[in-house]
């Protein structure tokens, strides 16, 4: 799950101007730090809810880092 999380993560990132290696996505690291804007959560949204197969409240998501993606997508799949 982490490395799926972890692949959308890197497909955003490379719209984006400059790019992260993928060793480098600690579960710590956040999307600010990411470079992330408003519509990088929504196609990590979109993303997220494709490659699982779950809906994603937007307006509930609160997701800074990439372990709060890992946690809630964890809970969301055992829930459903």
């Known amino acids: ?5 972890h692949a959308i993560i ?4 490379g ?5 992260k290696n993928p060793e480098e ?3 710590s690291v956040t ?3 990411l470079g992330f ?10 993303g997220i ?7 994603v409240q937007e307006d509930n998501v609160k997701w ?3 372990g709060d993606v890992i946690k809630y997508v964890e809970e969301k799949k055992c829930t459903n």
């Open 1 to 5: 799950m982490k490395e799926q999380i």
């Open 10 to 13: 890197h497909e955003i990132l």
């Open 15 to 19: 719209n984006l101007p400059y790019r």
């Open 25 to 27: 996505f600690k579960d």
């Open 31 to 33: 999307f600010e730090q």
């Open 37 to 46: 804007d408003s519509l990088d959560m929504i196609d990590l949204i979109l």
């Open 49 to 55: 809810e494709e490659e699982f197969k779950i809906e």
């Open 64 to 66: 800074k880092t990439i």
